[in-house]
């Protein structure tokens, strides 16, 4: 079936160190893949997406490449600040369907 | 362009009562979905409708869930004799009629918490 598997969090980190949470999937066909982003007490933000291997989704500082081999769309950025701070949710929409699969969500705690 | 709306933010019901929860798409969406998010997990899609017809409702519980999205208004979660598990954010996202080849990305609103005493 599909699923979504995520890094458990929370991840805590310092301001300016490199961000990693890895996301994995199982899906037939060709599934888009996405990352949003939820801040305490709002809703989902489209973070970045990716629709075909190899494409790289990027925003804000942080990238994601769409990797068929190993079914991944790692999230990365280079240096995080503490307004980064939220939790971060991995998806995707298989072939043919509307409805999109979360994962389960991993929480990101940056220190100053 | 205004978001997706969703009301209300918060909403408390006792246990039996019904709870209604609303959400108008961004203008020009014609396809909304419903997905509840338990504490401290992802969000499970529930059902998806386009006007006047539900297309996916997979997700839904088969007992006192319902939704609809008629022709003028916003879309309507329904829960009738609210239990306590059912505590918990209710989102709404909408997007445009899909395009052959397109991502038809979803875009989220707030989300309606729900508390059942």
């Known amino acids: 079936g599909n699923s979504v598997t995520q890094m458990e969090g929370p991840v805590t980190l310092s301001e300016e160190a490199f961000l990693t949470i890895n996301c994995t999937y199982t899906a037939t066909g060709y599934p888009s893949l996405f990352w949003y982003v939820q801040y305490p007490g709002e809703g989902l933000q489209l973070l970045l997406k990716?629709?075909?291997?190899?494409d790289k989704g990027s925003n804000k500082g942080f990238e994601a490449t769409y990797r068929k081999e190993t079914t991944s769309f790692h999230l990365e950025k280079g240096s995080v600040q503490v307004s980064d701070s939220a939790v971060y949710f991995c998806?995707?929409?298989?072939?043919?369907?509307?409805?999109?699969?979360f994962g389960s969500g991993t929480r990101l705690q940056v220190q100053p | 362009n205004a978001g997706v709306m969703q009301n209300p933010r918060h909403l408390v019901r006792r246990r039996g009562q019904e709870a209604r929860l609303r959400c108008s798409p961004m203008k020009g969406h014609s396809h909304v979905y419903w997905y509840r998010q338990l504490p401290e997990e992802g969000l499970k899609f529930m059902v998806y409708l386009q006007k006047e017809n539900i297309i996916d409702e997979s997700g839904m519980p088969k007992e006192r869930f319902s939704a609809e999205f008629p022709k003028e208004g916003p879309s309507i979660l329904r829960i009738q004799q609210v239990v306590r598990g059912d505590s918990a954010a209710y989102f709404c996202?909408?997007?445009?009629?899909?395009?052959?080849?397109?991502?038809?990305?979803?875009?989220f609103g707030p989300g309606t918490r729900l508390t059942v005493l």
């Open positions: 996202a909408s997007s445009p009629a899909p395009l052959a080849g397109s991502t038809d990305t979803q875009y």
């Open positions: 998806a995707h929409k298989g072939t043919g369907r509307r409805a999109l699969t």
């Open positions: 990716a629709t075909k291997a190899d």
